[in-house]
């Protein structure tokens, strides 16, 4: 069986930034290889041509390219090209794209596509409640649609899709997965009070919420404090730094408990959730978070939203605390509730650490996604 991914970011040194989404089919890649499944990785909007082989897997950097007009359809050309002579010389038997901005739209493409839900442009302008570019929609409908096959990584990111582009697609439900083993808990106890947020420093990740609710959180723990680490972005209602905002929201005595470590390599990202007490991820906007999967297999206690694909992760009370962003007072209470019994964090953290090797490790998962592909190759 031989699987290949197209995709627009990957976790690499050679293929520039990459979030959840990149992550995500690394994780997929890496233990479809140790299954003996052969895997292909196509990386497009890249500024240079590139093919290398690392860990079992084989990579392909597309260079994005440029023409004096319908960059969109001779751009969808130009991979579609690239990909069938793929298929014909290496014998590529399923092709996965993500739903974002729609890449497969309008290309023909010589065997079965699947396209794997990790939330589209429309899903997360839906989200947002902000306004889509009519030709990402328009691309997305289309690829959804001329799509063999379907996967999501949550159940209300598939029906809030299909609600969003009017369609009633059968989509096949497999989370994303991590590696329980390279999340493992920490062998020190954590900072005493300390408050971790990490990911993207942007509104739909809930941080302008965090600020509010960090404010509530001093008044009952003073010697709390919040370190926030990722990368800023500017906020696209306001215009300026989401960081800059954050503080501008904070409290005299909330400030003085910040600290703001920008973007880190992810390499360092495990050491800081080691040393947090509570982790705090109040997002608005996800389809199934990494983040979540990853602080909760290192036994953290985590507060999160509880919005839409939340209670597909956690279970309120059991493995975290789940609690509307918006509620400031509400979650404040429940990061103070963490921060004042130990017991209580080492229970739910390790109630958190089981639900992610029964439900979102990579041994687990993996089953699944075989299984699909399996059943996509007898079909055809």
Known sequence: MHIAFLTPEYPHELTGPSGGLG???????????????????IVYEQSLDRELEENGIRFYLL??????????????????K??????????VEVIEATDWTGITAFMRINCPVVIRLNGSDAYFCEMENRKQKLKNRLFEKVALKNADHH??????????????????????IIPNSIEIDKFLPAAKKP???RILYFGTVIRKKGVLELSKIFNEVVKERPDSELVIIGKDVIDIFENRSTIELFRQNLSEKATERFSYLGAVDYSEVKTHIAEAAVVVLPSFAEALPMT???????????VTSNIGWAPEVMVDGKTGFMEDPRSHKAYAEKIVRLLDNEDLRESVGKQAREQVKKKFSSEVVVKKNIEFYKKILHHY
């Open 82 to 91: 690239f990909l069938n002579r793929l298929i014909e010389k290496e014998k």
């Open 23 to 41: 992550t995500s089919i690394k994780n997929l890649a890496d233990s479809l290889v140790r299954n003996n499944i052969r895997v292909s990785v």
């Open 292 to 302: 979540w999967i990853e602080a909760m297999a290192m036994e953290k206690a985590v």
């Open 191 to 193: 900072v005493e009070n």
């Open 63 to 80: 260079k994005h390219q440029h023409y004096a007009f319908g960059g969109w359809f001779f751009h969808r050309k130009y991979i579609q």
């Open 151 to 172: 996967i999501s990584v949550s159940q209300f990111t598939a029906i809030k899709t299909n609600e969003i582009f009017n369609l009633e697609l059968p989509f096949s």
